[in-house]
């Protein structure tokens, strides 16, 4: 079974920076897709940013411009860069990844990780 393990987040003021980490526990080079998602207290789920195997990547309206999500194939690892965080960014923060090769044919995210929060106070 793939591990994911997120770490990174925190309590910060708004305006305030964190970056997200994301290890995966296989190699993530090739991936179809790779992504954060979020939960609000009360909310649903939304995915916030994905990058694609063509290095592509995809970001929710809300957080254009202010988050980048990146990926480091020799550690393994997925980063997501947040900015200007502002009070409706807190949130549970997920790493999720669909390991199979890159095809431009969708995103399956089978693999989860378990969190980590993220606190904006205003």
């Known amino acids: 079974q793939v591990q994911l393990v997120e770490s990174g987040g925190g309590s910060v003021q708004t305006g305030g920076s964190l970056r997200l980490s994301c290890l995966a526990s296989r190699y993530t080079y090739n991936s179809n897709c790779l992504a954060w998602f979020r939960q609000a207290p009360g909310k649903e789920r939304e995915g916030v940013a994905h990058v694609f195997g063509d290095g592509k990547t995809y970001y929710t309206d809300s957080v254009k411009g202010r988050f980048t999500i990146s990926q480091d194939n020799a550690k393994n690892t997925v980063y997501l860069q947040m900015n200007s965080l502002k009070p409706e960014d807190t949130a549970m923060y997920y790493c999720?990844?669909?390991?199979?090769?890159?095809?431009?044919?969708?995103?399956?995210?089978?693999?989860w990780g378990q969190g980590t929060l993220v606190t904006i106070s205003s």
């Open positions: 999720a990844a669909d390991f199979r090769p890159f095809s431009n044919s969708g995103c399956q995210y089978k693999n």
